[in-house]
Nanobody, 124 residues
Framework: HVQLVESGGGSVQAGGSLTLSCVGS????????MAWFHQGPGKEREGVAM???????WYSDSVKGRFTISQDNSWTPLILQMHNLKPEDTAIYTCAAREGTVVAGPPLPVAFPYWGQGTQVTVS
């Protein structure tokens, strides 16, 4: 059973930066596609960024150029660096994993069987 645990959320002023981490209970990063989702107040959960073991990435238009997803190797955390944060970035951020690779288009939550508990990001 894969377990994911996020950390690094918090409160920041607009224009600031935060870095989120996601640690897995096993070596999933070498075999899985990893994604960050966010869910703002009263909004649907939506994909923010995605990366696979081959280093392919995908970003939503709303964060492209501001956020960077990375993972150095199988034994280091999945990272989401967030810069120039905006109030509309306020949300619960959750990492998720599924088998396979990055494909075109936004990640679909239903395709990801493994989820962390989420971490709150608040931008004022």
């Amino acid at each position: 059973h894969v377990q994911l645990v996020e950390s690094g959320g918090g409160s920041v002023q607009a224009g600031g930066s935060l870095t989120l981490s996601c640690v897995g209970s096993q070596d999933i990063f070498s075999r899985y596609c990893m994604a960050w989702f966010h869910q703002g107040p009263g909004k649907e959960r939506e994909g923010v960024a995605m990366i696979d073991s081959g280093g392919r990435t995908w970003y939503s238009d709303s964060v492209k150029g501001r956020f960077t997803i990375s993972q150095d190797n199988s034994w280091t955390p999945l990272i989401l660096q967030m810069h120039n944060l905006k109030p509309e970035d306020t949300a619960i951020y959750t990492c998720a994993a599924r088998e396979g690779t990055v494909v075109a288009g936004p990640p679909l939550p239903v395709a990801f069987p493994y989820w962390g508990q989420g971490t709150q990001v608040t931008v004022s």
